[in-house]
C-alpha cells in the first residue's frame, strides 16, 4: 500500500533519448511535485501542481515537461536526456492544506542515469 | 531568501552514543513551518516531524528529540542512546507562507554513521 509510488525506480538510458517517470498518489492530496537530488545529495523543486495545474515551476529546462492526467498523478517526460539530466527524480504529495503545514510526502525516487 | 544551513557534512559515532544535528535557518516570513526528513541508504525519504513557526515547544519521539528556538533561528535535531539503523542523510528543509507552504527549501543534508 504505498502511498507515494513511481515507476521505474531504475533508469539507464542513453543522451538525446526520450523518457518518462510515472507517479501515482493514493493518499487523496491535492498537490504533487517533482524533486530532483543531485549527485552531492542536494535535494530541489522542480515543480508542482495543484489539482492538475502548475502552481510552480522553478526555472527547470523545457526539455521536462510534467503531465497531470488527474490529481492522483503526475508524470514527469524528459525529452533530449543530457548527462547532467542524470540525478534521482522524487514524486511527491501533500494535503495542499496551509493549515496542517501541508507536509510533503515523498515516493522512493527513481535512479535516472543517462550514459 | 529562505536558506537551510546543515554545517555538519558528516558525523561519526559508535553506537549508544547521543548525536545532535545542527540546522541553522533564513526566513523573511513570520509564518514557516520547518522539517526533519530522513534518507537512509535505500535511498527513500522519509518525513519526521514538521514544527511551525509558533510553536517552540520541544518534542521528544522515542530516542529523537528536536530543539527548536526561533532567537537562533535553529532547529536542532538529537538521536539518544544511537543505533546502526540511524545511520543515513538527515535532511533539514523549510517551508514558508508566501509560497503557500508548497516549496520546500532543503539543508545539504548531514551523513549520520552509526557504527557497532
Known amino acids: 500500500d504505498t502511498a507515494v509510488s513511481q515507476t521505474p525506480k531504475y533508469l539507464v538510458t542513453q543522451m538525446g533519448n526520450d523518457k518518462s517517470i510515472k507517479c501515482e498518489q493514493n493518499l487523496g492530496h491535492d498537490t504533487m511535485y517533482w524533486y530532483k537530488q543531485d549527485s552531492k545529495k542536494f535535494l530541489k523543486i522542480m515543480f508542482s501542481?495543484?489539482?492538475?495545474?502548475?502552481?510552480i515551476n522553478e526555472t527547470v529546462p523545457n526539455r521536462f515537461s510534467p503531465k497531470s492526467p488527474d490529481k492522483a498523478h503526475l508524470n514527469l517526460h524528459i525529452n533530449s536526456l543530457e548527462l547532467g539530466d542524470s540525478a534521482v527524480y522524487f514524486c511527491a504529495s501533500s494535503p495542499g492544506d496551509s493549515a496542517s503545514g501541508n507536509t510533503i510526502y515523498f515516493g522512493e525516487g527513481s535512479w535516472l542515469t543517462v550514459v | 531568501a529562505q536558506k537551510v544551513t546543515q554545517a555538519q557534512t558528516e558525523i561519526s559515532v559508535v553506537e549508544k552514543e547521543d548525536v545532535t544535528l545542527d540546522c541553522v535557518y533564513e526566513t523573511r516570513d513570520t509564518t514557516y513551518y520547518l522539517f526533519w526528513y530522513k534518507q537512509p541508504p535505500s535511498g527513500e525519504l522519509v518525513f519526521l516531524i514538521r514544527r511551525n513557526s509558533f510553536d517552540e515547544q520541544n518534542e521528544i519521539s522515542g530516542r529523537y528529540s528536536w530543539n527548536f528556538q526561533k532567537s537562533t533561528s535553529s532547529f536542532n535535531f538529537t538521536i539518544t542512546a544511537s543505533q546502526v539503523v540511524d545511520s543515513a542523510v538527515y535532511f533539514c528543509?523549510?517551508?514558508?507562507?508566501?509560497?503557500?507552504?508548497?516549496?520546500?527549501?532543503f539543508g545539504t543534508g548531514t551523513r549520520l554513521l552509526v557504527s557497532p
Open positions: 501542481y495543484n489539482n492538475k495545474e502548475l502552481i
Open positions: 528543509a523549510l517551508s514558508e507562507a508566501s509560497t503557500g507552504f508548497q516549496k520546500l527549501v
